[in-house]
Nanobody
């Protein structure tokens, strides 16, 4: 049984930083891509960033480029999203996701098989 468990969300002021973590268990992720998506009320789930677990090659959405960094720790089987210069429009539930086999860093949520329960990030003064 694959489990993805996010943590690290919370309330932060505009301009602040947060680091999200996603602890993965239940299978080997060495050949898969993993990513972060977010969803705010009334909006569709939006791609944030993805990384190839084996190569470390990453892609980041234009809306967060230069502010968010995705990384992984293979020894801990943990995915991270470092967020800085946060804006109110970054407020959303952030989800960790994994592809089943492919290492391609797709931005399409339909390509991801496993999902975490989400962690709330609120950017407000």
């Amino acid at each position: 049984q694959v489990q993805l468990v996010e943590s690290g969300g919370g309330l932060v002021q505009p301009g602040g930083s947060l680091r999200l973590s996603c602890a993965a268990s239940g299978r080997t992720f060495s050949s898969s891509a993993m990513g972060w998506f977010r969803q705010s009320p009334g909006k569709e789930r939006e791609f944030v960033a993805a990384i190839s677990w084996s190569s470390g090659s990453a892609r980041v959405a234009d809306s967060v480029k230069g502010r968010f960094t995705i990384s992984r720790d293979s020894a801990k089987n943990t995915l991270y999203l470092q967020m800085s210069s946060l804006k109110p429009e970054d407020t959303a539930i952030y989800y960790c996701a994994s592809r089943r086999f492919s290492g391609f860093t797709s931005a399409d949520a339909r390509d991801y098989t496993y999902w975490g329960q989400g962690t709330q990030v609120t950017v407000s003064s």
